[in-house]
């Protein structure tokens, strides 16, 4: 191997400057490593930076100017080895009065496809950069995407956002019949991606020098592309730019909306139906305010086939991002609700190769400590909430599954009863002795959710509702109704009530459904999370409960279930059920509730539950009285910890 120390030379018209600097050339024939091409790209940034800084000097331009030129130069060489001519005027201009030659051996560029761009990024100035959102795509991470985006056969692709061209090299690379169109505002990168792709002979590629959101064009099969991320409060004509994309999608945006979060609107009219949209992006939209928009529009206009959260441990970007994701969407008129939503969560890079066999073959629920893949129906994803929370909802189910069972297989769960006429068919002590009824016609009941106050429904807790002359009563008739009870049906067939739609299905009008008094009822809305209660008493219960049957008969284990369904573990299970009604309001139906996941009642000791029993019933007299009940929850929460982990 050969070795040997070169000179960079700065020639002017009259005077030649040397600088010295230590470059190693390797044989042509040898393949050259990582380190070498990391070595290259050094000594290269050097070199132009010094002469940024002599046109500093020389020409009194500004720093960002300077190494913009400087780099350009560079460019300039390149090109000429390439034959591919580049052109940004005025900076030919200036370069036409000086030739600045660079040490460099070009097989590093040749076998290194983002060689430019690490350069780039290490030349450029920082400020520079941020503004313009110029932060590149790991190779990896473009071969990941590109190997998604090329499932469906894709024929005409778009990049928005150029840069380097690094989509277009990585797709180029797996399959070459690709016809590509390509949009970048900044001249230099523009500049950087046509020396990039003319390693590749002769692409069918079209460069469009100017700001995506300007532009309009045919339809495409993929688009794909790290979007530009940029605060718009570092951006110049904000409103003038958001208002544009406004009147496209017809819709008001947030004005702390992220520019990234514009290309995703762009992008819709320029694909396909059926068409693949890529993008790499910061997940912040995921959670943030002006995300609700975002999110909004992908469930009206695409089908979500997936997005996969890199965590701050799974690297991404180099340079500034810490959090990143990728989403991919299938664009669809209209979208089917329930298609499968893969929510992949990446904690460690797991390497391209995979992430790829991963994404491609796993299709159920999966979690381990680097990756986990959670699938949930596009209907499920409410876009007023936070999204990020979905990835995560079946690591405690996973880590456990082996422990749980659905409270299905030992309860059935029922709506309560509906009565077609709450005012009618209630009755409060007063109304009882207004009609002067016969009790053998009456249930108790309980008919609205706040009347329980507690975890457990007592007899003294009813009695106090009679006292109060709360409705306590259900008329339950299924027998010949007595001449008091006749004239109150015909006070009822007055009002029409006989002719409601429940009433009118029930013979005769005036029965009611049948039920058995549940031990167990679980609220049907919620805002943070189910409330279910313990009915000591002989009441039924209206629609404002579902009714649980557990199909055992042993008081302790009763009490075992209902503390854990109040529990937290149970509340983290039960996300996975939730339907969303928007403002933080759940609604949960009966076959919800039933899909609850529970400890395998069968499987823990009879001890441990009367343990847990005891334990919980000293929980509710202290719920009652307002003790302090801190200990006795953690004590619950950490018995079923290691009931759930055991
Ligand atoms: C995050 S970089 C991605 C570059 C490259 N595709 C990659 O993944 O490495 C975004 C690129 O978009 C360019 N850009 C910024 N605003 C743009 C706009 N409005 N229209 C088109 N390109 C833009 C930037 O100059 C930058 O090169």
Known sequence: ????????????????????????????????????????????VSQIKNIGKLLITEYKISEEESYKIAFYSFLK???????????????DNILSERNFNFHFNIKHFLQCPNFLEKIYSKSIPIGYKKNRGQFFTPIDIAEFMAN??????????????LGGGIFISTLNHITNNLSFTTVEKDPLCLAMAKINLSRYGNLNLEYKNMDFLDFNNSQYDLIIANPPYVRFHDIENRDETISKIETEIDSKLSRLINYYALFFFKAKNLLKEGGKLIFITPSEFLNVNYGTSVKEYFKKNYEIDSIITFENGALVFEDNLSTACITVLTRKNNPDKNKKVKLIKLSKWIG????????????????????????????????????????????????????????????????????????????????????NLEEDYFKPVIAKSNFCKFIDFTNEDFENLIFQDKSSHLLYCFSEPSQNLKKFIEHGEKQNLHKRYLTSKRTPWYSMEKRDVAPIWAGVFSRDGVKFILNKTNCLNLTTFHAIYPNFNDENKLLFLVAFLNSEHCKELIKREMRSYGGGLNKFEPKDLENIPVPDINNVSQQKIDEIASLFEDYLKKFRTKQDISSQKMELENEFEQILNA
């Open 1 to 44: 191997m050969e070795t040997s120390t070169t000179l960079l030379q700065f020639e002017k018209k009259e005077e030649t400057f040397e600088i010295k600097s230590e470059i190693k050339i390797v044989e042509k024939e040898e393949i050259i490593d990582k380190f070498e091409t990391d070595k290259q790209v050094l000594n290269i």
């Open 148 to 161: 998604i985006g090329l499932k469906d056969n894709p024929k005409k692709v778009l990049d928005p956002a």
């Open 77 to 91: 060489k390149i090109s000429q080895k390439q034959n591919q001519i580049i052109s940004i005027s005025e900076y």
């Open 352 to 435: 391209k190769n995979d992430l790829i066999k991963f994404y491609n073959e796993k299709q159920e629920n999966y979690s381990d400590e680097n990756i986990s893949l959670t699938l949930l129906k596009q209907g499920e994803l409410n876009y007023k909430e936070k999204w990020l929370k979905y990835f995560n909802k079946n690591e405690k189910f996973e880590s456990c599954k082996h422990n749980l069972i659905k409270l299905s297989d030992i309860a059935f769960v029922n709506r309560g009863i509906a009565t077609g006429a709450n005012n009618y068919f209630l009755f409060s002590n007063s109304k009882f002795k207004e009609w």
